[in-house]
């Protein structure tokens, strides 16, 4: 028995096999991070943007400030060699136009493993429901 559903992120179709799927809501690894990352970064806002939140970061503030206060003794020499602008590496982000995982659909093999599927197959769609 097989599963066909569409990626929560990006809305790629993705077949998987039983002996593959863990509740699999995405389509690649890329797309399950970016939705982490997102998840992530919402998570932060609510609690910098919460009374706790805001107390946490100013007590975090003094306390940078009070270690850099404590370590500044005299003023440093000039730097031996000129700075160096360093190129962005990769991030997890998922660019726009990328290519999933999964990118030669086939509802008759499974994206994970490539084994073939049987003629019937579960439809789930972002809902997480069976339509119907």
Same mark, same amino acid.
């Given at each position: 028995? !097989?599963?066909?559903?569409?990626?929560?992120?990006?809305? #790629?179709?993705?077949?998987? %096999?039983?002996?593959?799927?863990?509740?699999?809501?995405?389509?690649?690894?890329? %797309?399950?991070? &970016?939705? $982490?990352?997102? #998840?992530?970064? +919402?998570?932060? $806002?609510?609690?910098?943007?919460?009374? *706790?939140?805001? /107390?946490?970061? +100013? /007590?975090?503030?003094?306390?940078?400030? *009070?270690?850099?206060?404590?370590?500044? #003794?005299?003023?440093?020499?000039?730097?031996?060699?000129?700075?160096?602008? /360093?190129?962005?590496?990769? #991030?997890?982000? @998922?660019?726009? !136009?990328? @290519?999933? =995982?999964?990118?030669?659909?086939? =509802?008759?093999?499974?994206?994970?493993?490539?084994?073939?599927?049987? &003629?019937?197959?579960?439809?789930?769609?972002?809902?997480?429901?069976?339509?119907?």
């Amino acid at each position: 028995m !097989g599963r066909l559903f569409s990626c929560d992120l990006c809305g #790629t179709l993705v077949s998987i %096999c039983s002996r593959c799927d863990r509740g699999n809501r995405y389509c690649s690894d890329p %797309c399950r991070k &970016a939705r $982490r990352a997102d #998840t992530i970064r +919402r998570a932060s $806002r609510r609690h910098q943007s919460s009374p *706790l939140g805001r /107390l946490n970061h +100013r /007590l975090r503030q003094v306390l940078y400030r *009070l270690r850099r206060w404590a370590s500044v #003794t005299h003023q440093g020499s000039a730097p031996a060699t000129p700075p160096v602008s /360093l190129a962005a590496g990769p #991030t997890d982000e @998922v660019a726009p !136009g990328a @290519v999933p =995982a999964c990118a030669s659909f086939s =509802a008759r093999t499974c994206c994970v493993c490539r084994r073939p599927l049987p &003629a019937l197959a579960r439809f789930v769609f972002h809902s997480g429901e069976d339509p119907g």
